[in-house]
C-alpha cells in the first residue's frame, strides 16, 4: 500500500512489515542500475475503467459483436482503394495503408500515397508480412492505435503517431496531425470527447453522407482484448511507464530464459510447453508501473526545470539505507518538502508497480535476503514452487526473470503445477464469478483430513471438480484408520516382541514394501495423487484382507504363541507405516493414532523405510495374501447370497487351481479357515485360474 514512513524514518533500518517494499523497491533500482529497468513513451495497453496501464500477462481476449465497414480512400489518379474495418472511428488516427509483399493485387499500389476520406490526409501504402490478402479486401488500415498488430507496424515500419483516444477513454480535444484543412478539423470536432462508441456511429455517418462508406456495415464477431478484470475493451495510449527486460525484444535474452524453462523440472512435464508458448511469444518488455493508489511506490523523484516540468532523463535515486521510500510523502536528498512541484525543485514518481513486480520476489523475500544473508545463502536457490497452471506466464515467469537476472540461477529447482477448482457446471471457481463455496462449513461437516483429502486426490496440472462426494469417502478413511488402530493396539501388539515367522504375514509385509516404495516415488516425483492411491490402496487391502484373515490367531485362537505374536508384530508394523504414509495427506487423525503409542509427532518421524520391511518379509511370495484374500472373498458372498451372517460356519470349500496357486493358498489355509469359520477344505489340482465351490452347513 501507497503510505508514507514518515521523515523520522527515512534513515532508519526498515521494521519486518516494511520488509517486502524494501525487497520490491530495491530489486528494482538493481535493475535500474543493470540498464534492465528503463522508462519509455510507448504504446501501451490502457484501461478507461481503471485508468491504468496494463501488462501483456494481465491481458485476455473476449468474442464480441462488431461490424466490418469498407470504406473507400482516394488512391493515385482518381482509383479508389477499399479498405475493410472494424473500428472506422479510428480514421482520423490513420497513417498508412499495409498490404501483404506477395499480394498481386496491391504490388503497384506499395510506395505510392492516398487520401484518407473525410480528413484529406495523404498516407503512405507500405508491404508487410503481417498483413493478411485473405480478409477483408487484402489491405489493412494502419491506425495510431487500434491494436497490437498496429503497434508492430507503426514501429517495424517507422510510421508516423496521430493519437485521438485519451486516458479517459475519450476522444481528445485537439486534432492530431495532419489534419489541417478546415474540412478535416470540422469532421473531428464532430468526435472530439465522444467515447470510441459513440465516435463510431458519427463516423459512419459522416462517411455515408460522404459517400465514402460502400455498402452497409457486415456483423462480425471476433477476439477483442481486455483487462482481465476490467468490462471495457482495451485502448491503446501513448504514456510514459516503466519496463523491465524479459527477451520480448532481446532475441539472446528471450533464449537464455527459454533455456531456464528447460533446466526447471516441471511436475507434471507437459506444463513446460505453456512457458515455452509464452516466452516464444512476447512482443514486448514487461510492463511493470501502475496508475493506482495501491502499490509499493516507484521509488525515483525527478528535478524540475524552470518552468516547473519534470526532467525524467535525471532520476533521484534514494540510498539503499532509506529504502522503503514514498516519493509522494518523502524528499529525496539535498531537497525539502516546500520545494516539492515548484520550479527548481522535485517531484515524485506518481506511480507504483505492478503486484507481480513485488510476487515475483517471494523466494527473495522469504529467504530474506536483505535481513539475512547467512539465511539466504542457505536457502537459495529454493527446491520447490507449487503454484496453478493460469499464472504460469505471471508468477513463475516473472519470478525467473528475476532470479535469472539478479542472481544468474533459476530460483526454485521444482516447479509442481495445480489446476483450478471446477464447479457443478465445470466452470472454474473464483470470486469474481460469485460461485466459490466457504470452507468453514465443509470442514465442520466432514472435518479437515476429508476436506484435505480431496484436495490431495486432485491430479497436478489437472482441473478438479468440487466434491463433496470424494470428502465423504476421505472421512470413511479417516475413521476407518481411527478403528484399525483401536484394534490394532487394543490386542497389545508390540513390533519387537516377536518375529514374523507367518508366510501370510511376512506377505503382506512384502506387498506394504511395495506400497512404500510406490508412494516415496510418487512424492518425490512431486505426485500427491498417486502417492495417495498407492497408501490408500494398500491400507484399505489391509483392512479389508489381512486384518480380516489374521483376527483369530491375533487374539490366539489358532497356531500357538509365535504365530499370535506374528501376527501382532506385522499388524503393529503395518500400522505405524500407514499412519507415516497417510500423515501428509491425513494430518489429524494420522497424528492422534501414532500418539497412542509412540512419543512426538508423526510429522517428525522418519520415512518408512522398504528395506527394512523387505528385510522383515525375507524371501515372502506377496501373492499368498491374494490368493488367500481370493479364497476368503468367494466364502464371504455365498454367505451374503445366503443372507447369513458374516460369522455363520462354511461346512466346505472346494479349490480347482493350478499346483502354484494351491500352494500359495497352503501356506495360508489355517487363516482362511478361521476367519471364514470353514470345516473342511479340499483342494485339486486344475489348469486355468482359480475356481472356489463353497458348501454352506445343511441348515443352510
Not at 5 to 31: C, I, M, N, S
Not at 287 to 299: A, Y
Request: charged share 25%; aromatic share 8%.
Amino acid at each position: 500500500m501507497r503510505e508514507g514512513v514518515g521523515p523520522g524514518r527515512a534513515a532508519a533500518r526498515p521494521r519486518e512489515p516494511f520488509h517486502t517494499r524494501e525487497a520490491a523497491q530495491r530489486a528494482f533500482l538493481d535493475e535500474l542500475a543493470r540498464g534492465d529497468a528503463y522508462p519509455a513513451e510507448a504504446p501501451t495497453l490502457w484501461d478507461v475503467t481503471f485508468r491504468t496501464a496494463v501488462a501483456q500477462a494481465e491481458l485476455e481476449d473476449r468474442e464480441r459483436p462488431g461490424a466490418y465497414h469498407r470504406i473507400g480512400f482516394h488512391g493515385p489518379e482518381g482509383a479508389t482503394v477499399l479498405v475493410d474495418t472494424t473500428r472506422p472511428e479510428l480514421l482520423p488516427a490513420c497513417v498508412a495503408l499495409v498490404a501483404h509483399p506477395d499480394d498481386e493485387r496491391y504490388r503497384d499500389l506499395v510506395g505510392t500515397c492516398v487520401r484518407t476520406p473525410l480528413f484529406g490526409v495523404e498516407v503512405p501504402v507500405v508491404a508487410h508480412h503481417l498483413a493478411a490478402p485473405d480478409k477483408g479486401t487484402g489491405i489493412a488500415m494502419v491506425c495510431t492505435f487500434g491494436d497490437t498488430t498496429d503497434v508492430t507496424w507503426w514501429r517495424e515500419l517507422r510510421l508516423a503517431t496521430r493519437p485521438v483516444i485519451g486516458w479517459d477513454g475519450r476522444f481528445l480535444a485537439t486534432a492530431p496531425s495532419g489534419l489541417t484543412s478546415p474540412e478535416a478539423r470540422a469532421a473531428y470536432a464532430e468526435l472530439a470527447g465522444a467515447t470510441a462508441h459513440t465516435a463510431r456511429e458519427r463516423v459512419v455517418a459522416l462517411l455515408r453522407a460522404d459517400g465514402a462508406l460502400r455498402g452497409e456495415p457486415r456483423p462480425v464477431t471476433h477476439a477483442v482484448k481486455f483487462f482481465e478484470k476490467g468490462d471495457k475493451p482495451l485502448e491503446i495510449v501513448t504514456t510514459r511507464q516503466w519496463y523491465v527486460r524479459n527477451g520480448g525484444r532481446d532475441e539472446r535474452l528471450r533464449a537464455a530464459l527459454l533455456a531456464r524453462g528447460a533446466e526447471l523440472q516441471w511436475h507434471p512435464p507437459h506444463m513446460k510447453v505453456r512457458y515455452d508458448a509464452w516466452v516464444g511469444g512476447l512482443n514486448g518488455d514487461w510492463l511493470i508501473s501502475r496508475q493506482r493508489f495501491f502499490g509499493v511506490p516507484v521509488p525515483l523523484w525527478y528535478p524540475l526545470d524552470g518552468d516547473g516540468r519534470p526532467d525524467h532523463t535525471r532520476p533521484i535515486v534514494p540510498d539503499a539505507a532509506a529504502l522503503p521510500v514514498d516519493p509522494s510523502a518523502q524528499t529525496p536528498p539535498g531537497y525539502a518538502e516546500h520545494q516539492r512541484g515548484e520550479p527548481h525543485g522535485f517531484t515524485g514518481d506518481p506511480d507504483v508497480m505492478d503486484t507481480w513486480a513485488t510476487s515475483s520476489l517471494t523466494p527473495q523475500i522469504a529467504g530474506r535476503r536483505l535481513t539475512d544473508p547467512e539465511l539466504f545463502a542457505g536457502v537459495f536457490p529454493m527446491d520447490l514452487r507449487p503454484q496453478a497452471h493460469e499464472i504460469i506466464r505471471t508468477w513463475l515467469f516473472a519470478t525467473v526473470v528475476r532470479a535469472h537476472a539478479g542472481h544468474g540461477t533459476l530460483p526454485w529447482r521444482h516447479a509442481a503445477i495445480s489446476g483450478w477448482i471446477l464447479d457443478p457446471d465445470r466452470k472454474k471457481m473464483s470470486k469474481s464469478q460469485g460461485n466459490t463455496v466457504t470452507p468453514t462449513d465443509l470442514l465442520d461437516r466432514h472435518g479437515s483430513d476429508a476436506v484435505r483429502y480431496w484436495a490431495a486426490s486432485a491430479r497436478p496440472g489437472t482441473d478438479t471438480a468440487f466434491d463433496v462426494g470424494r470428502m465423504k469417502i476421505g472421512r470413511r478413511l479417516a475413521t476407518k484408520l481411527l478403528n484399525v488402530g483401536k484394534f490394532v493396539l487394543g490386542i497389545g501388539a508390540d513390533p519387537g516382541a516377536a518375529a514374523v515367522t507367518e508366510p501370510l504375514d511376512r506377505a503382506l509385509l512384502a506387498e506394504l514394501a511395495t506400497a512404500v516404495e510406490e508412494t516415496t516415488a510418487a512424492f518425490d516425483a512431486f505426485d500427491h495423487a498417486r502417492a495417495l492411491e498407492s497408501a490408500e490402496r494398500f491400507f484399505w487391502r489391509f483392512c479389508d484382507g489381512y486384518v480380516e484373515l489374521v483376527k483369530a490367531r491375533a487374539y490366539g485362537d489358532h497356531g500357538g504363541a509365535a504365530a499370535r505374536d506374528s501376527a501382532r508384530a506385522t499388524l503393529h508394523t503395518a500400522l505405524d507405516t500407514v499412519v507415516r504414509l497417510l500423515a501428509p495427506v491425513l494430518p489429524f487423525v494420522t497424528e492422534e493414532v501414532r500418539s497412542w503409542y509412540a512419543d512426538g509427532s508423526v510429522h517428525r518421524a522418519a520415512w518408512p523405510s522398504a528395506d527394512a520391511l523387505r528385510e522383515l518379509a525375507g524371501d515372502a511370495d506377496p501373492t499368498v495374501l491374494a490368493t488367500a484374500g481370493e479364497v476368503i472373498a468367494h466364502v464371504r458372498k455365498a454367505k451374503s447370497l445366503a443372507r447369513l451372517s458374516l460369522r455363520a460356519e462354511v461346512a466346505a470349500v472346494e479349490l480347482w487351481a493350478p499346483r502354484e496357486t494351491l500352494g500359495r493358498f497352503a501356506l495360508a489355509e489355517r487363516d482362511v479357515r478361521a476367519a471364514g469359520r470353514v470345516g473342511t477344505v479340499a483342494a485339486r489340482e486344475a489348469d486355468g485360474e482359480l475356481r472356489v465351490e463353497v458348501l454352506l452347513t445343511p441348515f443352510h
